[in-house]
């Protein structure tokens, strides 16, 4: 049990005693936080006594953040499937075992609704099903892409178990590294801690969130990561899912309203003495309000900006983002598409509000967040889905829940996977080509998940990244798509944040037209961190438009390379166009989209909002004070990307509801003066 508790929330909150709870799932299904009420034990299990750790403790270290999973990572933790079995009925597939703690475990014959004591427990590897080769296979990708495969095995001896089944399979076992610790669940992003960067030295550190209740074997995992990895271990008694978070490596947090539902009951994790079976009980977490549970966020992951969305509720019940959204750097969400044929799903409405509503954010560069659209999965003869129901009960399946190991992303597909390493289902393969676009240059390994069916998740939810020693952080703006002849005459700037304990050695933009030979510019440090080039586009607009593919490469004084994007060396290039290719279409964005938000906000001079039009639209501005009343209209005429601005100096201090509207449309925005 964890000893300490982080919770940042600006009311106070009482203490309640709750009924005492657990899961009652299907060995195979995901870990829905959202419905743990929903079922009770008949008896209520045990957990395990924390091991002793040096945890890193329950206040934040300063300097944190949090890295994108697109980062370098060292490692990716893992774990392979586990049969728990009851001794003298280790041949039946009746009787089965749910361990509680480590050498405890209740006895079940036939189902969950006909338990029969408990006592000590056999834990097998499973080796020989379709199902457990999914985790073989993730083991072999996450070496192939560079980082230790960290699998946690129950018993020690194991892990000779899982070297023979890798050479059987004829994968990768020469940069694996075991962790023992029990535990029940292979769901290692909800149960796992959430990794961050800190201080001076940007020390790698985990943020351990509470599992939720009856699963405290599992809600350990970070404990004995530190114990046995030497990871700090900073710990907090709100309760949340890895898969239900979502960073943009900037200050950035995602999540769903499913953590509100997590954080209103006072039931917490179970606790006992470590000796007595009899002395089991849960122990009480504050009931958190939807205000409380935000303000937490903002404070542990998302300083600059916490967003929280609403829910799935066909998604095999968990309502984690990971299964139709991530990013693919700081700028650019990535969303399983829907197809046209579901839109009267209650999911399709929500995931297209909540695709809109963070577009319409804005990033760390105070532009809108882009987006890129990925295929969504069918049943196996390629056809559609039936309904809702359909597939939150037998399917969940996504192309979305993958994992990126370095330049590498493990991906979900749902047929055989062939000699090419690519789906032999045509439409399976169509769509794993078009979802490559999205990623450029990343090497894409295959993994048939179908076993996965009906769980509510796969790969994402199944592994955990580790972030790598000492990175070399560049948080960069893109230019992109067609850009007229913004750079035709002047050339492109590049500017990029680039930072690393040991230093910046050099930082260097390649570059090349048209597909033509590479060349490069030095990037100069204009401020702190802040490094700038141009790339000398002047004269380079041949015909209609020019091609300009570009990388960043940085190397510190230590001698570490890293380039932006990740995969430069694979074929990812950032690209734009002098001039303007007709086949690059340029985003589709909605009237609310084409509108940022105020920034500096609150305001005392000037206040600024950026405008992305795709063609030419005008718009009656109205400023509203909070007694209703227009203290000034003006007139805007828009174009392409532009910038409004507000003299703020000349306005009473107080809250503003600015209007842009015309015939058709009418977005507002909240402005604050001081």
């Given at each position: 049990m964890k000893k300490s508790f982080l919770l940042i929330a600006l009311l106070a909150m009482a203490l309640g005693a709750g009924a005492q709870v657990d899961l009652l799932h299907t060995l195979h299904k995901r870990d829905a936080s959202n419905k743990h009420l929903e079922c009770v034990k008949p008896q209520v299990p045990m957990q395990e006594k924390t091991p002793q750790a040096k945890t890193g403790g329950s206040q934040m270290p300063a300097n944190f953040w949090f890295p994108g999973e697109w980062e370098e990572v060292q490692a990716i933790a893992v774990t392979c499937y586990y049969h728990h079995k009851v001794p003298g009925h280790e041949n039946s597939s009746q009787w089965f075992a749910d361990p509680q703690v480590t050498g405890y475990a209740d006895y079940y014959y036939g189902s969950y609704n006909n338990q029969q004591g408990g006592g000590e427990y056999i834990s097998v590897p499973d080796t020989t099903s379709t199902f457990g080769d999914v985790f073989f296979y993730l083991m072999d990708a996450i070496q192939m892409g560079g980082a230790e495969a960290w699998v946690r095995v129950e018993n020690a001896e194991d892990s000779?178990?899982?070297k023979r089944k890798l050479d059987r399979m004829a994968l990768r076992s020469?940069?694996?590294?075991?962790?023992v610790a029990p535990g029940t669940s292979f769901w290692f992003r909800d149960c796992g801690p959430i990794c961050f960067y800190y201080g001076e030295g940007d020390t790698v550190g985990m943020l351990d969130f509470e599992y939720y209740p009856g699963r405290a074997l599992d809600d350990s995992l970070p404990v004995y990561i530190e114990?046995?990895?030497?990871?700090?271990?900073?710990?907090?008694?709100?309760?949340?899912?890895?898969?239900?978070?979502?960073?943009?490596?900037?200050?950035?947090?995602?999540?769903?309203?499913?953590?509100?539902?997590?954080?209103?009951?006072?039931?917490?994790?179970?606790?006992?003495?470590?000796?007595?079976?009899?002395?089991?009980g849960y122990s009480t977490k504050p009931r958190l309000t939807n205000a409380q549970v935000k303000d937490s966020l903002h404070a542990l992951i998302g300083p600059r900006a916490t967003y929280i969305l609403p829910a799935f509720r066909y998604d095999g019940g968990t309502g984690h983002v990971d299964l139709y959204a991530d990013m693919i750097d700081e700028n650019l969400f990535v969303f399983s598409q829907m197809p046209e044929t579901y839109s009267s799903w209650y999911d399709?409405?929500?995931?297209?509000?909540?695709?809109?509503?963070?577009?319409?954010?804005?990033?760390?560069?105070?532009?809108?967040?882009?987006?890129?659209?990925?295929?969504?999965?069918?049943?196996d003869n390629g056809s559609n889905f039936t309904s809702q129901t359909q597939y939150d009960n037998q399917y969940t399946r996504t192309y979305s829940n993958h994992t990126f190991v370095n330049n590498l992303i493990i991906q979900p597909c749902f047929s055989t996977v062939g000699s090419d390493g690519m789906p032999t289902a045509e439409w399976d393969r169509a769509n794993i080509e078009e979802l490559k676009k999205a990623y450029p240059g990343y090497t894409i390994y295959c993994v048939d998940v179908r076993e996965f069916d009906g769980t509510g998740g796969a790969?994402?939810?199944?592994?955990?990244?580790?972030?790598?020693?000492?990175?070399?952080?560049?948080?960069?703006?893109?230019?992109h798509d067609n850009t007229g002849n913004t750079y035709a005459s002047n050339g492109a700037p590049i500017l990029?944040?680039?930072?690393?304990?040991?230093?910046?050695?050099?930082?260097?933009?390649?570059?090349?037209?048209?597909?033509?030979?590479?060349?490069?510019?030095?990037?100069?440090?204009?401020?702190?961190?802040?490094?700038?080039?141009?790339?000398?586009?002047?004269?380079?607009?041949?015909?209609?438009?020019?091609?300009?593919?570009?990388?960043?490469?940085?190397t510190s004084n230590a001698g570490k390379t890293i380039t932006k994007p990740m995969t430069a060396s694979q074929g990812g290039f950032f690209e734009f166009y002098l001039g303007t290719n007709p086949s690059v279409a340029v985003e589709a964005v909605e009237p609310e989209e084409c509108f940022g938000q105020f920034y500096p906000n609150p305001s005392t001079e000037v206040a600024h909002l950026n405008v992305e039009m795709n063609g030419?639209?005008?718009y009656s501005i109205f400023i509203i004070d909070a007694a209703g009343r227009t203290v000034h209209t003006s007139r805007m005429e828009a174009s392409g990307s532009g910038v409004f601005t507000v003299n703020t100096s000349i306005l009473p201090s107080g809250v503003y509801n600015v209007v842009f509207q015309n015939d058709s449309e009418r977005v507002v925005r909240r402005l604050i003066v001081k």
């Open positions: 000779n178990i899982i020469n940069n694996l590294r075991f962790l114990r046995q990895f030497g990871i700090p271990n900073y710990t907090t008694m709100i309760e949340w899912e890895g898969g239900n978070c979502l960073v943009d490596g900037a200050g950035m947090v995602l999540s769903s309203d499913a953590i509100y539902s997590n954080n209103r009951d006072a039931t917490g994790q179970i606790t006992w003495d470590g000796t007595n079976p009899n002395t089991i399709y409405k929500v995931g297209q509000k909540n695709m809109d509503s963070l577009c319409s954010y804005q990033s760390y560069f105070g532009a809108n967040y882009r987006r890129h659209y990925i295929p969504f999965p069918s049943r790969i994402h939810c199944v592994t955990k990244q580790i972030p790598a020693e000492h990175p070399i952080r560049i948080l960069h703006q893109a230019l990029a944040q680039i930072t690393n304990v040991d230093g910046i050695d050099s930082a260097v933009v390649y570059y090349r037209f048209d597909g033509g030979q590479w060349q490069h510019v030095v990037m100069s440090p204009d401020s702190l961190h802040q490094y700038a080039a141009v790339i000398p586009t002047s004269g380079e607009l041949h015909g209609d438009y020019t091609k300009v593919e570009y990388y960043i490469s940085a030419n639209a005008a």
